[in-house]
């Protein structure tokens, strides 16, 4: 039972940040999480991954690539967990309708 709700919060969080990531306007400044960016340093190696991925939400390829190059595959990445998460979630409910 414990696997169910770490998954399902999994799930959550996953869905919400794609959400949120997706509802962003990619021109605004944000304030960082990143705790290298807070302290005043200029590069971090995942700085710019979200604006990476809200780019190419709105459809600027281009722009994604110049913020981070992995923007592209983080979100496929993301995306396919967030499939398997609902995969399982169908798999256990079909198995207990049985």
Known sequence: MKTNKRQFLELVFWVSAIVLLATTNPHEHHFSLCPLANLGFDWCP???????????????IYASLKYHWFGIPALFIILYRIYQLCGQFINKKVQLKL
């Open 46 to 60: 995942g700085c710019g991954l979200g604006r990476s991925i809200i780019a190419l939400f709105h459809g600027d």
